[in-house]
């Protein structure tokens, strides 16, 4: 689960990290008490979504300007200009694709003065087993940049749970930044500050870009992207309570109320598969076939006949789905069920696209007598070959 910017910042500053202060505002209307509350002189006007790279994104809506969706303002008149340019419009960044995402929050902050930029992220390393920290000095940047083109820039090290952030620790990253005296000390403090909010917090990612040291001589974090693991939000309602649907794709909604794996593509084959695995090689057939997919959908491996409903009615819902793939391995997950689960959303929904099925494995026959004998316009395949080659075709001969 992702969170703004400005609830992010909120959140680190429960745990002493320290962030320019600032408000955030749904309306028009509240800019000019927003920008009286800081006072001034300098403020930041900054599009709230759930992307990175608005700094150098476009609207695209020509009175909204072509400054970004990140401006500095010099007086309470310009941050209210660039509120009524942003708020509303759609901001197009190398993060939202083509469709770009509709501004409806924007977070008002003070000016910095900064003296240096730097980066600085923690992410869980699967390999490890541990949270491990991304330390550069080529702060403000896209750090996919920095690693292709410079990757000594970069710094990377895990933390052992066992023990938590350790004085070491504090002065690696004070070396890799070139800290020293009173900045090196207050590296230290915000590197256990973050981490401690990581743990806490059940955050999967946490990234600021760019981390600055201000002409006062202090380290501020200026930006903040945060994400959540999305298995542990039982146990943060705090967490949950920040959520905004809006930013999100509805049917990855509805899929979530479901417990289901789903995440749309831009593609027109709609896929339901059981196994992330299986989905994924699913979602490489379909293209080495000429076709793309229209979603990530993994049932998962305990599915009942009412989720397999639901995901079917969530794939139909999808105005650019012009066929659809259900490739079920059967371990778990029993053949049978799942062809009445697709039976029942067909005979709900409606079947107006051509539908391709693959089952194998556990009461696999029983699977296929289900469908034979249900008397719908079904395709049925042989293997995962087959499959992708008949609904491509289908697809193909329906455009």
């Not at 001034?40 to 990175?52: F, M, N």
């Not at 556990?362 to 316009?377: A, D, F, H, P, Y």
Request: charged share 25%.
């Amino acid at each position: 689960m992702n969170i703004h910017e400005y609830q992010a910042k909120a959140v680190l500053k429960e745990f002493g990290v320290p962030v320019s202060r600032g408000v955030a505002i749904l309306e028009a209307g509240q800019a000019e008490s927003a920008a009286k509350e800081l006072g001034g002189p300098l403020w930041v006007v900054k599009s709230q979504i759930h992307a990175g790279g608005r700094g150098k994104g476009k609207f695209k809506e020509a009175a909204a300007g072509d400054k970004g969706g990140v401006r500095l303002a010099k007086s309470i008149d310009e941050v209210k200009t660039f509120v009524n340019q942003m708020l509303g419009n759609t901001l197009v960044t190398i993060q939202t694709g083509p469709a770009g995402k509709q501004v409806n929050r924007l977070y008002i902050e003070d000016g910095s003065d900064i003296e240096k930029e730097f980066y600085l992220s923690a992410l869980v390393d699967r390999e490890t087993s541990r949270v491990a920290f991304v330390v550069s000095t080529e702060g403000g940047m896209d750090i996919e940049t920095v690693a292709h083109d410079t990757p000594e820039k970069i710094l990377t090290f895990s933390v052992d749970p066992a023990t938590g952030i350790m004085p070491h620790h504090g002065r690696t990253v004070a070396k890799a930044l070139g800290l020293s005296g009173d900045l090196a000390k207050q590296a230290s403090k915000l590197l256990g500050q973050l981490y401690t909010a990581f743990v806490a917090k059940d955050m999967a990612m946490l990234e600021i870009n760019p981390l600055i040291i201000t002409k006062q001589g202090q380290l501020k974090c200026l930006d903040a992207k945060v994400s959540f693991d999305s298995n542990a939000l039982y146990r943060q309602p705090d967490i949950v309570a920040l959520r905004d649907e809006t930013e999100e794709d509805a049917k990855e909604i509805e899929a979530s109320k479901h417990d289901l794996a789903y995440i749309a593509l831009d593609g027109t084959i709609g896929c339901m598969v059981n196994g992330a695995g299986l989905a994924m090689a699913t979602l490489d057939i379909i293209k080495l076939y000429g076709e793309s997919p229209a979603n990530f959908l993994d049932v998962g491996g305990g599915a009942s006949e009412e989720k397999v409903t639901a995901a079917f009615k969530i794939i139909t819902a999808d105005p650019n789905v012009k066929g659809i793939l259900v490739n079920i391995f059967g371990g778990i997950m029993k053949c049978d069920v799942i062809a009445r689960g697709v039976l029942a959303a067909v005979k709900a929904v409606g079947l107006q696209v051509p539908l391709v099925v693959r089952l194998e494995g556990t009461n696999v026959e029983e699977g296929k007598q289900i469908i034979r004998t249900s008397g719908l316009n079904v395709i049925p395949a042989d293997d995962l070959d087959d499959a992708a080659q008949k609904i491509v075709a289908a697809v193909k001969g329906a455009a």
